[in-house]
T-cell receptor, first 118, second 111 residues
Framework: GAVVSQHPSRVICKSGTSVKIECRSL??????MFWYRQFPKKSLMLMAT?????????EQGVEKDKFLINHASLTLSTLTVTSAHPEDSSFYIC??????????????FGPGTRLTVT | DQQVKQNSPSLSVQEGRISILNCDYT??????FLWYKKYPAEGPTFLIS?????DKNEDGRFTVFLNKSAKHLSLHIVPSQPGDSAVYFC??????????FGTGTRLQVFP
C-alpha cells in the first residue's frame, strides 16, 4: 500500500514552453501533498505544500507564478513549470501525506520526474 | 544555509558488518528526525524515525541514536546486507509537516 506515482518520469522540453507533472496517490487519499526539487548532489528542497481544494503554500524564494500547483482532488496534484528555462532543469519529487494517517509527518514519495530544458 | 548536514557523501561496508551513517543539524527547534532510503529512479522510502524526547529507537536491524546536546544523530544498520546499498537521507522537522533533508550518504555494502 501507500504508493505514489509521478508522470512523466522524464521530460525534455524547449526553453519557453510549459511542462506539467502529475503526482497521484494510488491507494490512499491525500489531503496534503508536497513538491520537492533536488539538484545534483544536493538535498531535497521543499518547494511548496499543496492542500486539496485550496491554494498552495510556497517556500521562500520559490516563484508561485512560475511553478503552478493545483490539487484538485484527494489523489492528484499537478506541478506546472511555466516558461521553462535551462536553470529549471532538475529532479522534481512529490510526496503525499495520507488523510488521517498514522503520523502527521508521514509522507510517501513518488519516484520523481527528471526535467531537462534545452 | 544547510540546516541538516550529512558530511559523508559515501560509505562502503562489508556485508555482515555494521554501517553507521551520520547526520548533524543546526536548528535546535527540530523535534523529530527521520531516515529515508532511496534507490535509483525511485522516491525515498521511510525507514525509521525518532522523537527528540528519546535518544534511541530500534527497528529490527536499524537503530537511530539521537544526541541532542551535540545536535547529532546516527543510523546504525547491523548486520549490513547487499540490499541495503542505497542513498540514505536524514530529515528533520520542527513541529510542522515540513521536512528539511540532508544531502544524502551513498551506502555500498559489498560481499
Amino acid at each position: 500500500g501507500a504508493v505514489v506515482s509521478q508522470h512523466p518520469s522524464r521530460v525534455i522540453c524547449k526553453s519557453g514552453t510549459s511542462v506539467k507533472i502529475e503526482c497521484r496517490s494510488l491507494d490512499f487519499q491525500a489531503t496534503t501533498m508536497f513538491w520537492y526539487r533536488q539538484f545534483p548532489k544536493k538535498s531535497l528542497m521543499l518547494m511548496a505544500t499543496s492542500n486539496e481544494g485550496s491554494k498552495a503554500t510556497y517556500e521562500q524564494g520559490v516563484e508561485k507564478d512560475k511553478f503552478l500547483i493545483n490539487h484538485a482532488s484527494l489523489t492528484l496534484s499537478t506541478l506546472t513549470v511555466t516558461s521553462a528555462h535551462p536553470e529549471d532543469s532538475s529532479f522534481y519529487i512529490c510526496s503525499a501525506r495520507p488523510t488521517g494517517g498514522r503520523g502527521f509527518r508521514e509522507q510517501y514519495f513518488g519516484p520523481g520526474t527528471r526535467l531537462t530544458v534545452t | 544555509d544547510q540546516q541538516v548536514k550529512q558530511n559523508s557523501p559515501s560509505l562502503s561496508v562489508q556485508e555482515g558488518r555494521i554501517s553507521i551513517l551520520n547526520c548533524d543539524y543546526t536548528n535546535s527547534m527540530f523535534d523529530y528526525f527521520l531516515w529515508y532510503k532511496k534507490y535509483p529512479a525511485e522516491g525515498p522510502t521511510f525507514l525509521i524515525s525518532i522523537s527528540s524526547i528519546k535518544d534511541k529507537n530500534e527497528d529490527g536491524r536499524f537503530t537511530v541514536f539521537l544526541n541532542k546536546s551535540a545536535k547529532h544523530l546516527s543510523l546504525h544498520i547491523v548486520p549490513s546486507q547487499p540490499g541495503d546499498s542505497a542513498v540514505y537521507f536524514c530529515a528533520a522537522s520542527a513541529n510542522t509537516d515540513k521536512l528539511i533533508f540532508g544531502t544524502g550518504t551513498r551506502l555500498q555494502v559489498f560481499p
